[in-house]
C-alpha cells in the first residue's frame, strides 16, 4: 500500500482506478470490492485509491488489489489534487469510477491527468442531506457532468433524484441496483442454545449518526417497559464507529443487558446465520448490501422507509417497514415478531426469493462491465 509504483512490467489491461473516500467496511465498499472481484477475470485491471487511508483489507496479503492511500486531511486540504494528479500520471488508467459526493470533484483533475473514462456511483447519501436537497452540493454534482460520462445510481429512488431534482440528464443516469452473492449468504439457521424461546436480531452498519442506532435503541427501552426485561430478545450490533462509546453506556444506564457490540466483523454470513431478524434503522440509504445479505441468508428485515428499502422490501411480505426516528413504531414493528414467531420463517422464505429473483450479484457485475466495456470502446 502507497504511492511507490513498479515500472518494470507494462501494463497491457485498460486500468480503472476505484476513487474512494476511505476504504473501510462498509456496504459501498463491499460493493466495489465485489464487482472487483468477480471482473478479474475480464481483461481489466482494477486498482482502489483512498483518499484518506484504509483497513487492513489493504495489508492482506491474499489481496491482490493494488491500494494506495493519499492520506487526505479533514476539511480542505489542496495538496490532495496534486498528490491525486501525480499518481493518476503515473498509473495511466483509461477510467476513474468515484464514489458518492466526496469523490466527485477530482473529474476535471484526472481528465488533466489524461484519464478519458469517468463514472460516478451514487450509494446513498449521508446525515448532513439525507433527502438531497443541498443547493451547492447539487451544483456540483451538475457542474462535474461535464466531465463525467456516466452517473450510476443504485436504487430508482436516487436515480429519480438524479434526474429530476440534480438535473442529470437522463442519458447520463444509469440504474444498477445493488447484487450480492446469493450462494455465499446462505448458510443453514443456527438455534438460539442458551435462549431457545429468545429472538436474536442484528444490525449491521457503521455506527455512525446515518444509521440512527439510538433510535434502535430507543425502541429497544419502548420494548422492554411493555414486555419485561426477562422477554427481551438479544439484539447484536455489528460494526464500530465514534458513537460506539455513547450508545453502549446509554444500554448500561436504560438496563438494555440483551444488547452486545461485536465491533467490525467478516464474518457476516455466520452472524446471518446466527439472526432471526434484521433491523435497519437509517435516516438516509441506498439500496443496502447488508438488507440483500439478510434477505439471501433467509432473515426477515425491519427497517425504516427511506431512499431504496422499500425497492427491497415490500411491508408484510419479506419483513416490516416503519417511518424513520420513530422509536414506538420501530419497537411495535420488533414485536409483531417476537408475538407471531411463525412470521419469522415465512418472511425469511419471502426475503430469499425476493432476492434470488431481482439482487443477483452477477446481473450487477454485468452492468458495470458492460459500462466500462463501452466507455473503454469509446475512449
Same mark, same amino acid.
Given at each position: ?8 512490467? @507494462? ?19 463491499? @460493493? ?5 472481484? =468477480? ?21 492482506? #496479503? ?11 486531511? =479533514?476539511?480542505?486540504?489542496? /495538496? ?43 450509494? /446513498?447519501?449521508?446525515?448532513? *442531506? ?11 454534482? +451538475? ?12 436504487? &430508482? &429512488? ?12 437522463? $442519458? ?10 446469493? &450462494? ?25 449518526? @446515518? ?26 450490533? @455489528? ?13 448500561? $444506564? ?8 461485536? /465491533? ?12 432471526? %431478524?434484521? %433491523?435497519?434503522?437509517? !435516516?438516509? &440509504?441506498? !439500496? ?26 415490500? *411491508? ?7 417511518? +424513520? ?9 420488533? $414485536?409483531?415478531?417476537?408475538? =407471531? ?13 425476493? %432476492?434470488?429473483?431481482?439482487?443477483? #450479484? $452477477? ?14 470502446? /469509446?475512449?
Amino acid at each position: 500500500m502507497g504511492l511507490i509504483l513498479n515500472n518494470s512490467a @507494462v501494463e497491457l489491461r485498460p486500468i480503472i482506478a476505484h476513487l474512494i473516500y476511505r476504504l473501510d467496511i462498509g456496504g459501498l465498499e463491499r @460493493v466495489m470490492l465485489n464487482c472487483i472481484h =468477480q471482473m478479474q477475470a475480464d481483461n481489466f485491471k482494477h486498482i482502489i485509491i483512498s483518499l484518506t487511508d484504509a483497513n487492513n483489507f489493504a495489508q492482506d #496479503e491474499n489481496n491482490a488489489i493494488e491500494v494506495f492511500c493519499l492520506g487526505k486531511q =479533514q476539511g480542505a486540504d489542496l /495538496g490532495i489534487h496534486l498528490k491525486l494528479y501525480q499518481l493518476l500520471k503515473q498509473l495511466k488508467p483509461a477510467i476513474l469510477h468515484t464514489y458518492n459526493l466526496p469523490t466527485i470533484e477530482y473529474h476535471p483533475i484526472s481528465w488533466l491527468a489524461g484519464v478519458k473514462g469517468h463514472i460516478h456511483a451514487e450509494h /446513498g447519501r449521508d446525515i448532513g *442531506d439525507p433527502q438531497g436537497l443541498n443547493k451547492k452540493h447539487n451544483l456540483l454534482r +451538475k457542474l462535474m457532468s461535464y466531465f463525467i460520462q456516466s452517473y450510476v445510481c443504485v436504487s &430508482e &429512488e436516487l436515480h429519480t433524484w438524479l434526474i429530476n431534482t440534480v438535473g442529470i440528464s437522463t $442519458k447520463k443516469a444509469l440504474l444498477i441496483q445493488n447484487g450480492i452473492n446469493t &450462494e455465499r449468504f446462505n448458510l443453514p439457521k443456527t438455534n438460539n442454545q442458551e435462549h431457545k424461546n429468545q429472538l436474536r436480531f442484528a444490525i449491521v452498519a457503521r455506527i455512525t449518526p @446515518v444509521k440512527d442506532h439510538q433510535n434502535l435503541l430507543n425502541a429497544l427501552v419502548f420494548l422492554q417497559k411493555e414486555i419485561g426485561a426477562e422477554n427481551m430478545p438479544a439484539l447484536a450490533i @455489528v460494526g464500530d464507529g465514534a458513537q460506539r462509546n455513547q450508545l453502549e453506556k446509554f444500554c448500561q $444506564k436504560n438496563q438494555l443487558n440483551t444488547v452486545v457490540f461485536l /465491533g467490525a466483523r467478516d464474518d457476516i454470513e455466520q452472524i446471518l446465520a446466527n439472526t432471526d %431478524v434484521f %433491523v435497519l434503522s437509517s !435516516i438516509a &440509504e441506498g !439500496i443496502p448490501m447488508t438488507i440483500l445479505e439478510a434477505m439471501s441468508a433467509k432473515t426477515p428485515i425491519v427497517a425504516t422507509r427511506v431512499g431504496g428499502i422499500p425497492e427491497v422490501v415490500t *411491508d408484510g411480505v419479506e419483513g416490516f417497514l416503519v417511518e +424513520k426516528s420513530n422509536a414506538k413504531a420501530l419497537a411495535n414493528a420488533l $414485536k409483531l415478531y417476537i408475538d =407471531q414467531p411463525k412470521l419469522v420463517i415465512e418472511h425469511g422464505k419471502n426475503a430469499r426469493e425476493k %432476492v434470488l429473483r431481482n439482487f443477483n #450479484e $452477477k446481473n450487477m457485475v454485468q452492468a458495470y462491465l458492460t459500462q466500462y466495456q463501452a466507455l473503454v470502446k /469509446g475512449l
